[in-house]
């Protein structure tokens, strides 16, 4: 092709082209503010800044872990004020863009139980809470990490843990989104946690209950239901699934929200890695142990030992092997 062509097709071929498929789009989006899955994004909270301002805030409950380096004592107050003032500037506004939704999104216009209020008065109030709550969270997560140690004898150190362990990474970020969930905040969340999907290989769904001394051992592959209800002291490994059984649905065939879709699990429990656990009503009792590859949709009582009966394994030397 030669240079003249080859301007001849970047210019007026190449900006007819691409006018015209300009043209053909614009019907395709909404310029309304409605919740509609044709709506521009554009005035919705950033995803951008809300996984920022979660990186921020791990940084304030695992000082270290995002933003690296030494750190005196004396140093730790000033630390903490820059790095909260930064979690604050991001999150903030992005909050006052999701707190609409309460009224706006569609399962809300729906059912038509919230009123608007003033979404910076708001937003200023939850970040406030949520601030508070962070005590709490980094109290959480030093069981958790003495959890994590505690149940790997590969960990040699509790530096290993915090650093290095995938798990740990997914349950602080589900304790901080947590507490945004607890506060009826829609979107934020959720981004949050599927950011942690995304890193880690684990989703928990920020609606989750989670009790203390929590370990999710290789992480990988992990699924946690909106509803789901774990207890303390519980130990999950890869691959397990505490998910929901069915989805009912309304009189205009739409799922029923609200309800409680995904298994409780009691204190003290250990689920093996593939198990699949299904169910609002399934409740597995305190003490119990879940094997791996269990298919489970009944509740099992405190101290039972569950596992599934596997096909029948015949081993031979290869040199018997005939093709």
Not at 81 to 90: D, F, I, K, Q
Not at 151 to 156: E, H, N, S, T, V
Not at 186 to 197: A, G, K, L, Q, Y
């Amino acid at each position: 092709m030669t240079t003249n062509k080859l301007k001849l097709c970047m210019g007026d071929e190449a900006e007819f082209c691409l006018c015209n498929t300009a043209l053909s789009m614009i019907p395709l989006y909404s310029m309304t503010e409605e919740d509609r899955p044709d709506a521009l994004l554009g005035s919705y909270p950033n995803p951008v800044n809300i996984v920022d301002a979660l990186k921020t805030f791990i940084d304030i409950v695992f000082p270290g872990k995002i933003t690296p380096g030494p750190m005196a004592r004396d140093d730790l107050g000033l630390f903490l004020v820059r790095r909260l003032s930064e979690g604050w500037r991001l999150l903030r506004p992005e909050i006052e863009k999701a707190i609409p939704f309460r009224w706006k999104g569609e399962a809300a216009r729906m059912e038509g139980s919230k009123e608007p209020v003033d979404a910076l008065t708001e937003a200023t109030r939850i970040m406030k809470a949520f601030l508070d709550a962070l005590p709490g969270v980094r109290t959480l997560l030093i069981e958790d990490v003495r959890a994590a140690y505690e149940g790997d004898p590969a960990a040699l150190t509790f530096a290993e843990v915090q650093l290095a362990y995938p798990g740990l990474l997914a349950v602080a970020s589900h304790r901080l989104a947590h507490v945004l969930y607890k506060m009826d905040i829609p979107i934020v969340p959720r981004v949050m946690s599927e950011w942690t999907h995304a890193q880690t290989g684990v989703d928990i769904n920020p609606g989750a209950e989670i009790g203390h001394g929590f370990f999710i051992d290789h992480a990988t592959g992990v699924v946690i239901g909106e509803t789901a209800h774990i207890g303390n002291h519980v130990k999950l490994y890869q691959g397990v699934t505490l998910g929901a059984r069915s989805f009912p649905m309304d009189e205009h065939g739409n799922p029923v929200k609200h309800i409680k879709r995904h298994p409780t699990v009691e204190d003290d429990v250990v689920i093996y890695a593939n198990a699949t656990i299904l169910g609002g009503d399934t409740i597995i009792g305190k003490g119990s142990i879940i094997g791996g590859n269990v298919f489970l949709m009944e509740s099992v009582p405190p101290e039972s030992f569950v596992t599934s009966k596997h096909p029948e394994l015949h081993i031979r030397k290869s040199s018997e092997h005939k093709p």
